[in-house]
């Protein structure tokens, strides 16, 4: 569910040509070592590299979000929905990191 969640809330917030293409390539890369972390249930490698992943796209979406934000006279609807779902996925990132730190301790992680 957590993968689901942020793939279409990155997909919703790549929707304009507000953000760079370093905002959907790293959101997407994560998201690929996510799947990875759902396949292969037994390994601690796995969920790790997706934790670290999530909370490295924590840092770099803040980043993004504040560079990148345009001046109010720009905001449309489309833009408006674009960063709406960049700053949701922003807020629920934090969530899905203790979710995954939860499972990271069910596998057997220390």
Known sequence: AIVLVHWLLTAWGCMNHIFPASYSWG???VLAVGIWAI????S?????MFLTGLL?????????????YPPNSHLIGVIRFSIGMAIFSLLLKPVSCYLLYR?????GGE
């Open 27 to 29: 959101n997407f890369s």
């Open 39 to 42: 396949v292969q249930r037994d």
């Open 44 to 48: 601690l490698d796995a969920i790790v």
């Open 56 to 68: 490295l796209t924590v840092l770099t979406d803040i980043i993004h979000i504040c560079v990148f």
């Open 103 to 107: 499972m990271y301790r069910e596998r």
